[in-house]
């Protein structure tokens, strides 16, 4: 079955730290760049960043640069976010998700996780 | 950062209605664009990828058009499972989504 799995997520104070993981399986996960996507209560999406199908090369939305590392085992088929230093503005379902074409990060976000909640508070 | 602009934020109409949302790239974008759909508390799903183009499983009444900095998704009969919020999204840098238009059922 092709499916994303999140977990990690929970309740931190200002200041810490937590780390998402997303399971991947059904599908050939080495091949395609992997993104991080939230979504704040009654909010909208916003992408925070993602990494390379080899992990050589990840890119980061301004909102979360230096704070969050984004991380992939290709043995293990997982995706990890480090989140230090973390806000209050920081609350939101945190979504792993899949382009719809292997090997570029320009592919449309064809799978998804459910998602993982993290609040900060 | 290139923003995208989606409008009307919100709209209501009936169903069978034809509704049209757009979206508005400050710089050019090629067909980079891509539309989802995401129902209350659910998952965002993939509508239309490469401006155009339609996911495979999707209702043919979802259209999508344009290129460069000016993008259009038609939904041609409303369906009452069409309510929900529809997001832009571009993929030529790195990725960033519209606002978001929610389409209500009168």
């Known amino acids: 079955q092709v499916q994303l799995v999140e977990s990690g997520g929970g309740l931190v104070k200002p200041g810490g730290s937590l780390r998402l993981s997303c399971a991947a399986s059904?599908?050939?996960?080495?091949?395609?760049?992997m993104s991080w996507i939230r979504q704040a209560p009654g909010k909208g999406l916003e992408w925070i960043s993602y990494?390379?199908?080899?992990?050589?090369?990840?890119n980061y939305a301004d909102s979360v640069r230096g704070r969050f590392t984004i991380s992939r085992d290709n043995a293990k088929n997982s995706l990890d976010l480090q989140m230090n230093s973390l806000r209050a503005e920081d609350t939101a379902l945190y979504y792993c998700a899949r382009p719809h074409m292997s090997g570029t990060r320009r592919g449309a976000f064809d799978l998804w996780g459910q998602g993982t909640m993290v609040i900060v508070s | 950062d290139i923003e995208m602009t989606q409008s009307p934020s919100s709209l209501s109409a009936s169903v069978g209605d034809r509704v049209t949302i757009t979206c508005r790239a400050s710089?050019?974008?090629?067909?980079?664009l891509n539309w989802y759909r995401q129902k209350p508390g659910r998952v965002p799903e993939l509508l239309i990828y490469?401006?155009?183009s339609l996911r495979s499983g999707v209702p043919s009444r979802f259209r999508g058009s344009g290129s460069g900095t000016d993008f259009t998704l038609t939904i041609n009969s409303l369906h009452a499972e069409d309510s929900a919020t529809y997001y832009c999204?571009?993929?030529?840098?790195?990725?960033?989504f519209g606002g978001g238009t929610t389409v209500e059922i009168k």
């Open positions: 999204q571009q993929t030529y840098t790195n990725p960033r």
């Open positions: 490469a401006a155009s």
């Open positions: 990494i390379s199908d080899s992990g050589s090369t990840k």
């Open positions: 710089q050019n974008i090629n067909s980079y």
């Open positions: 059904g599908f050939s996960f080495r091949d395609y760049y």
